[in-house]
């Protein structure tokens, strides 16, 4: 479970998380809405320790994000991430790009990497691709090799920022149905979208940041159909028409 406690967060004097609270439980999908720069990919970067945090604090399974005794190689473990921008190793083909993490960071034998990686290519359906470099992949495909790199450690958490946002329109449903593959097999994860159909057919529960709180939080269908918050429906209003 991901327990967030009051978190604020500023860059330099400028405070870009207010005070957020949230739980979210094992097998539970959340989705972050909300107007760009409202502190979304903020959050998601403070969940996996990637920014210091200035007052409260996140649980990850208990352990404690941010204390100095959290070993955060470790912790990240727990937590795949996948951004808006693709971030393979050039150098390295896709079946190489998904065994290095376990190789290196797991310590796994290399045979033994390849064939964790094996698995994860074709669980995203990039397995006629295993020898391709990312640069001959689509983005569609770049994605879900992003995406086979995080589960290939194992993750009990995967959080997505805006995976879909630079895609070719023609692109975005194969990267969708993956995670919507993720969530039949109960992944916990926690996304940020502007995709706002996605997030009310797949997510349990959306959160809607404004100004680095959340506005409005619930049921995902609830949230987005049929908000309780004033800011909300002015955002939904402004991004569904
Ligand atoms: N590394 C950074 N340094 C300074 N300001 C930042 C940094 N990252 C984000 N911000 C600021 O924090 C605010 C929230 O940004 P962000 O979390 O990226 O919003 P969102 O993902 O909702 O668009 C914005 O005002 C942004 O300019
Ligand atoms: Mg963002």
Redesign the pocket.
């Known amino acids: 479970m991901i327990e967030i406690r009051n978190v604020r967060k500023s ?2 004097n ?1 405070e ?1 998380i207010k005070g957020v609270s949230l739980e979210v439980k094992k097998g539970e999908v959340l989705c972050l809405i ?10 998601l ?1 403070c969940i996996n320790g990637l ?1 210091p945090i200035q007052a409260g604090e996140i649980l990850v399974d208990g352990i404690s994000v941010h204390a100095k005794s959290t070993d955060l190689n470790l912790l990240r473990q727990k937590l795949g991430i996948v951004f808006q921008q693709y971030n393979a190793f050039p150098h390295l083909n896709a079946l190489e790009n998904v065994a290095l993490a376990p190789r290196i960071v797991r310590k796994m034998r290399p045979k033994d990497a390849l064939e964790i990686a094996r698995e994860h290519l074709d669980y995203v359906g990039l397995s006629a691709q295993a020898e391709q470099y990312p640069t001959s992949l689509s983005g569609g495909q770049q994605q879900r090799l992003a995406i086979a790199r995080a589960l290939a450690m194992k993750p009990d958490y995967m959080l997505f ?1 805006e995976v879909t946002s630079a895609l070719d329109p023609e692109l975005v449903g194969e990267v969708l149905d993956t995670i919507r593959k993720l969530r039949t097999n109960g992944m916990t994860m926690i996304m ?1 979208t502007h995709d706002i159909a996605f997030a009310r057919e797949s997510a349990d529960r959306v959160a809607f ?1 404004d100004g ?1 709180v959340i506005c409005e939080i619930g049921d995902a269908r609830q949230v987005i159909t049929a908000p309780n918050k004033e800011r909300t429906q002015q955002f939904l209003q402004r991004v569904l028409h």
Do not use: L, P, R
């Not at 909300?34 to 959050?43: E, F, H, Q, W, Y």
């Open positions: 860059f330099g400028h870009v909300g107007a760009s720069g409202s502190g979304k990919s903020t959050m970067q920014e920022d940020v940041f680095g």
